[in-house]
């Protein structure tokens, strides 16, 4: 099995890290999650609907749309917020969203887990000198966020490789039963940190916001 990879970047202050990764991280499993299934024999079930939210950033002009799930949530901030106080001030990090499904094996092996997509999202936080520059910031980042879910959506609506639907039987293998409201296909999230901020990065923030003020 190919696995699809899909890379996003975004530059950022310190104060956005968590909305601007929150915001495509939802993105992505709202569109890779299920309502709960329902079996009621082996081979039929029908599949529980799938609530929304509208979310609200505080420091990006930008609301986003998740699955209503508060335990989801909880799981996806979590993973976030440690990204986030292991990055530097000036730094940079990936953190990665991989999706995979088991494949049994035969005792005493342990199951082998087959990645089929993964999404990872490089991070670049910036320094800005004063609020003006924070508030061309916040406009600039909601944009380049637009820009990149409906990148996301263009991706994920293309006819590539998803696993079949599991019988009962084999449901752990593709999804996530963990949640009580929801069921995304099986994932794990993962980070890297890189020391230092590249100025070519810092650079381009700073002409793209002194270029704002000039207008």
């Known amino acids: 099995m190919n696995c699809r990879s899909e890379v996003l970047e975004v530059t950022v202050e310190a104060r956005q890290v968590e ?4 915001a495509l991280l939802h993105t992505i499993l709202l569109h890779r999650s299920t309502g709960k299934f329902h079996y009621k024999k082996e081979g039929t079930y029908s599949i ?3 609530g929304t939210q509208d979310i609200d950033c505080d420091f990006i002009d930008f609301t986003f749309v998740r699955v209503s799930s508060e335990e989801l949530d909880r799981v996806i901030r ?7 106080d ?3 001030s000036d730094g940079m990090g990936q953190i990665s969203l ?3 499904q088991k494949k ?3 005792w005493p092996f342990s199951d082998e887990c087959i990645p089929w997509e993964v999404w990872s999202i490089k991070v670049n936080v910036v320094n800005l000198a004063n609020e003006q520059e924070r508030q061309i910031c916040r406009e600039k980042v909601g944009e380049k966020l637009g820009e990149k879910v409906i990148n996301v959506v263009e991706v994920i609506n293309r006819h590539e490789y998803l696993p079949k639907m ?8 593709v999804f996530d039963t963990s949640f ?3 069921q995304p296909y099986l994932y794990k999230i993962t980070y890297q940190i890189t020391d230092s901020l590249g100025t070519s990065v810092s650079t381009t923030m700073r002409r793209l916001i002194k270029d704002t003020l000039a207008l």
């Open 19 to 22: 909305e601007a990764i929150l």
């Open 48 to 50: 529980g609907t799938v």
């Open 78 to 84: 979590k993973a976030v917020s440690e990204f986030k």
């Open 86 to 88: 292991a990055l530097s």
């Open 98 to 100: 991989e999706f995979y």
């Open 104 to 106: 049994k094996s035969r």
């Open 166 to 173: 599991p019988t009962q039987s084999e449901v752990d293998n």
């Open 180 to 182: 009580k409201d929801v």
